[in-house]
């Protein structure tokens, strides 16, 4: 059994998987071990020896989104509780692709509603990518969602758990990307997203992928 290669960086060949244990399974991911026999030995069509890695498989994958209001050159942040790291994070909107049959964009669409009370009417993607790649296959899409306006009172989500105290805020994507360096944004689809826009910008605004491009590092289902 052979890993498939995905995204186009991928390099080939990869590695062979000589037997695969599942540890843990749950609704959004599995914990699995992995007996490999690492590239270069496979390329060079000898044994070699083999090596043991533990790792989450089958994430569901999620989705952020960078919401920028162009007139005041802000975007939206929200800060929430995060238990692994036993701490409150700034964060994009972001949330599990956990909705069976959901697209991306629709996922990232209702994400903005339930997290940020806004909606938008001009969507781009504007960075891919696999978080931790050495102990997990999670993949996140953050789009850019501009035009935006507020979600009527009526249709707003009635935040629970974790989101019940959050905290939204618009800051200049100028200081916004200053805390980066100050180190008040750890969280890494925030920090991506927003070196990612302030370069667009500063690229004066090159031709993003469509709002539905095609994600060849979303885990399959």
């Given at each position: 059994?052979?890993s498939?290669?995905?995204g186009?960086?991928?390099r080939?060949?990869?590695?062979?998987?000589?037997?695969?244990?599942?540890r843990f399974?749950n609704g959004?991911?599995?914990?699995?071990t992995d007996?490999?026999r690492?590239?270069a030995?496979?390329?060079?069509d000898?044994?070699?020896?083999?090596?043991s890695?533990?790792?989450?498989?089958?994430?569901l994958?999620?989705?952020?989104v960078?919401a920028?209001?162009e007139?005041?050159?802000?975007?939206v942040l929200?800060r929430?509780?995060?238990h692994?790291?036993?701490?409150?994070l700034?964060?994009?909107?972001a949330?599990?692709?956990d909705?069976?049959?959901?697209?991306?964009l629709?996922?990232a669409?209702?994400?903005l509603?339930e997290e940020?009370?806004l909606?938008?009417?001009r969507w781009?993607?504007l960075?891919d990518l696999?978080?931790?790649?050495?102990s997990?296959d999670?993949?996140?899409?953050i789009?850019l969602?501009?035009e935006?306006?507020?979600l009527?009172?009526?249709?707003?989500?009635?935040?629970?758990?974790e989101?019940?105290?959050?905290?939204?805020?618009?800051v200049p994507?100028?200081a916004?990307?200053?805390?980066?360096?100050?180190?008040?944004?750890e969280?890494?689809?925030c920090?991506?997203g927003l070196?990612?826009l302030q370069n667009?910008?500063?690229?004066?605004w090159?031709?993003l992928?469509?709002?539905?491009a095609?994600?060849?590092a979303r885990?399959?289902?």
């Amino acid at each position: 059994m052979t890993s498939p290669s995905s995204g186009p960086g991928a390099r080939v060949p990869t590695a062979q998987v000589l037997s695969s244990t599942e540890r843990f399974r749950n609704g959004f991911f599995r914990l699995v071990t992995d007996e490999v026999r690492l590239p270069a030995a496979a390329a060079a069509d000898r044994d070699g020896s083999t090596v043991s890695r533990d790792y989450v498989s089958d994430h569901l994958g999620a989705v952020a989104v960078v919401a920028y209001d162009e007139a005041s050159d802000a975007v939206v942040l929200v800060r929430q509780y995060r238990h692994p790291v036993r701490r409150e994070l700034w964060e994009l909107p972001a949330g599990l692709l956990d909705v069976p049959g959901e697209s991306a964009l629709d996922c990232a669409k209702r994400e903005l509603a339930e997290e940020a009370d806004l909606v938008a009417a001009r969507w781009d993607v504007l960075v891919d990518l696999v978080v931790t790649p050495g102990s997990s296959d999670e993949a996140i899409r953050i789009f850019l969602a501009r035009e935006l306006s507020d979600l009527p009172e009526k249709l707003r989500t009635e935040r629970l758990e974790e989101e019940a105290g959050m905290l939204i805020e618009r800051v200049p994507l100028a200081a916004a990307v200053g805390r980066i360096f100050s180190g008040d944004i750890e969280n890494a689809a925030c920090v991506a997203g927003l070196l990612a826009l302030q370069n667009t910008k500063m690229a004066m605004w090159p031709p993003l992928r469509a709002a539905e491009a095609t994600w060849p590092a979303r885990p399959g289902r």
